[in-house]
């Protein structure tokens, strides 16, 4: 059968050659029928009908013969042939400033003198850094009424057409080499996913859609790095190309990221580099500084062999042709010439002297970082800082605007902070956002102790926006059809509208009822009490509550609905990677966090400080029954407040505000300790009551923030 259907193939490719081992001038004008061709039968097995060209000639060019060079995939182009672009105006939406991280505690600020620390800040106030979580698509569509032609430089990592998840190891606890730790596989959590779906085309399509639009808010003299490998290098080219213009190709470099092992290139080739393509907005007046790479060991050792009468290394170069006597004469006085045992001059380079190479293409002195150093964040594709620093270096100066749309860890953010460059950095992952503010509080702290300069920074999502969006894009509007995804990513039962008796009810789950929440709004205490009463109404005990955001200490408020009507409920907040195009694995679904707290007086001279203390900690843990994750269910409840990751406090909390971070503490891969009083010793300047809000982060990156009301 395959045999026959591969004759068949090779029949239809006879066909196809013939035809266009035809001229395209002469009898073909005439639209005469190729010769020959009546012989040949169709797969079927009928005689192909004799094909009538078009008058193809000088006059009228076949379109094969002015085409220009072009990678085409699918969904490029329209039905219609038109070129389909970016719907910029369609994508952009407000921002929603959702953190502020103005005031990196030190040492000083730790041991209780905030306000001696304050007088000392060296922030700069000219510009507050960005970190925004939500599809680039979307925040840079968003950025562009503001950004539009205003970013010095960018620096991209998107994750490859791998089509498979990346997960990463979360440590749990204090010490090192955690009982649980061990047991990695129950630990994994998917850090992201691969959103590109599974195919080279959607990949294209999304990045040439991002590439535009980086290419919009780049400035005349900025320029972009794409990261990428061996997978899609070629391609990327080829688009990047078509977006910037191939006069603005300015390299290709290679960056050996693996060493020499004794494994790889056993039975092939051993893949040992990454590529990064290299492109200005303009193809000239670009921002470029030429940097100097130090020379490789071995090169010295051996190139810098010869020793000279004071006991100086040097190599000996030919001297130029152009070079005058007077030249020679002084080069001779300062002890540069080198006389061989043939009699001919040359110049000397001393070790000494030798700073370095002016950077090229490739690039083999930078290293991956330990997985132990102190710099590793955990992330899995985190890149080297020293990378990013020569990246930086050369592509911007001092207070530029640096940007990275995939920012991962925020390796770029992190070494642009260093650099004392602004940055703006997005990524739609929870972990890495998480990680990247815990990354660059820790970069702020670190800067402000060692009296350097740092900025703020802001934190901002999309918020309903980007749902809408998705409603609008993905599902055509209908808040129906939100529920029933919602409810399938669950892998619940959706209920028949018409048979269900209350409308507050949409599905069920084993021997649960589900409610969702509508697209836009914030799930509340009182619509709690009214989902339980109508599942207490067709009989249940229990019921998830699915919902975008849920009201500020919803936990707490639940815990008396459930002893009113006898329901247990279950707020599952809904993942946010359900909206990731071609998506179709459900992502985990973490229950909401136990958390509470209680303020802690302190009276002093001057008055009373206050610090909040973590009562009890129980992290928000996948709804997947395995036995893995009933171990870590057990040390949860055994010891909740080694799940948490990261904690801060607003001590002044108004709920129309973003969160103000006035104090944090969180643990490092070096420094695995966490307090759970906290050592902010906070005054308010006058007596009444506050509210105050504390934000914990979990080992899986999930976010939980309750209130605590607070009287001086
Ligand atoms: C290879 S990692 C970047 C690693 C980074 N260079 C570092 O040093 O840590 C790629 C990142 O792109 C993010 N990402 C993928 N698609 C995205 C999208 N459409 N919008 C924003 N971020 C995206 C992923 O969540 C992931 O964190």
Same mark, same amino acid.
């Given at each position: ?47 192909? +009908?004799?094909? /009538? ?104 990592? +998107? ?11 979360? +440590? ?78 300015? *390299? ?12 790889? *290139? ?227 039962? =959706? ?79 809904? +993942?946010?990677? =359900? ?66 990751? /990261? ?52 080992? /899986? ?12």
């Amino acid at each position: 059968m395959a045999k026959e259907r591969k004759k068949k193939t090779d029949r239809i490719a006879t066909v196809k050659a013939r035809r266009s081992a035809v001229p395209p001038t002469g009898d073909t004008t005439r639209g005469i029928a190729v010769p020959g061709v009546a012989d040949v039968k169709t797969p079927g097995g009928g005689p192909v +009908p004799p094909p /009538f060209l078009p008058r193809w000639g000088p006059n009228n060019p076949h379109p094969l013969s002015t085409m220009k060079t072009e990678l085409v995939w699918e969904g490029k182009y329209d039905e219609w042939g038109n070129r389909r672009e970016v719907d910029i105006a369609g994508c952009a939406m407000p921002m929603q400033r959702i953190e502020t991280i103005d005031q990196p505690r030190s040492e000083a600020a730790a041991a209780g003198q905030l306000a001696m620390f304050e007088k000392k800040t060296t922030r700069v106030d000219d510009f507050r850094n960005r970190l925004i979580w939500g599809d680039n698509k979307l925040v840079m569509a968003s950025l562009l009424a503001e950004f539009k032609g205003k970013i010095d430089l960018i620096y991209i990592d +998107p994750p490859f057409d791998v089509g498979a998840d990346f997960t990463m190891d979360v +440590p749990i606890g204090d010490e090192d080499g955690d009982v649980v730790q061990k047991d990695q596989s129950a630990l994994e959590m998917v850090a992201y996913a691969d959103t590109w779906g599974r195919g080279t085309a959607s990949y294209l399509g999304m990045m040439s859609e991002r590439l535009r639009l980086m290419f919009e808010m780049l400035a005349d003299h900025g320029s972009l790095f794409v990261h990428c490998d061996w997978r899609v290098a070629s391609l990327l080219r080829l688009v990047l190309d078509q977006v910037f213009g191939p006069e603005c190709y300015r *390299g290709h470099i290679v960056w050996r990221s693996m060493t020499p092992s004794g494994f790889k *290139g056993k039975t092939s080739l051993g893949k040992s580099y990454d590529d990064i393509l290299y492109y200005s907005r303009k193809a000239t007046g670009f921002r470029y500084n030429p940097q100097k790479i130090p020379y490789d060991a071995a090169y010295l050792k051996q190139r810098f062999s010869k020793v000279d009468e004071k006991g100086r290394n040097f190599k000996d170069e030919k001297i130029g042709t152009a070079t005058s006597d007077e030249t020679i004469e002084r080069l001779r006085k300062e002890g540069r010439i080198y006389v061989t045992a043939q009699g001919t001059l040359r110049i000397k380079h001393f070790l000494d002297e030798a700073d370095g190479y002016f950077m090229d293409d490739v690039w083999t002195d930078i290293f991956h970082e330990n997985s132990q150093a102190d710099g590793r964040t955990g992330y899995a594709t985190q890149k080297p800082e020293a990378l990013l620093t020569r990246i930086i270096s050369a592509g911007s100066n001092p207070g530029d605007l640096v940007a990275d749309f995939f920012c991962g860890s925020g390796t770029t953010g992190a070494v642009a902070e260093k650099l004392g460059r602004r940055w703006i950095m997005a990524d739609l992952g929870r972990f890495a956002i998480h990680t990247t503010r815990k990354r660059l509080i820790d970069v702020q702290r670190t800067l402000s102790a060692e009296g350097k300069p740092y900025r703020s920074f802001d934190v901002h999502n999309l918020g309903r926006y980007e749902r809408q969006w998705w409603q609008q894009e993905a599902l055509k509007g209908a808040d129906t059809e939100h529920r029933r995804v919602v409810l399938e990513f669950f892998k619940a039962e =959706i209920l028949d509208p018409a048979k269900s008796s209350s409308p507050l009810i949409h599905g069920r789950k084993g021997r649960a009822l589900c409610h969702v929440d509508g697209i836009d709004g914030i799930f509340t205490a009182a619509e709690a009490r009214e989902v339980a009463k109508a599942a207490a109404g067709m009989g249940a005990t229990e019921c998830y509550c699915l919902a975008w955001d849920f009201e500020m200490d919803i936990r707490q408020r639940m815990a008396a609905i459930e002893a009113e009507t006898g329901v247990k409920l279950f707020p599952l907040p809904i +993942p946010k990677e =359900i909206m990731e195009r071609n998506r179709k694995d459900s992502p985990p679904w973490l229950e909401v966090a136990v958390l509470e707290a209680e303020p802690v007086y302190r009276k002093t001279k001057e008055g009373t400080t206050v610090d909040i203390k973590l009562t009890k900690f129980l992290p928000s843990l996948a709804q997947i029954d395995n036995k893995e994750l009933e171990e870590i269910r057990k040390r949860a409840i055994k010891s909740g407040f080694d799940f948490i990751d /990261f904690w801060a406090i607003d001590f002044d909390w108004h709920a129309d505000k973003p969160f103000n971070h006035h104090w944090q503490d969180y643990r490092t891969r070096k420094d695995r300790s966490l307090v759970t009083v906290s050592t902010a010793g906070y005054e308010y300047p006058k007596a009444g009551t506050y509210t105050a809000c504390v934000k914990v982060v979990d080992v /899986f990156g999930c976010d939980t923030s309750i209130t605590v009301q607070v009287k001086v």
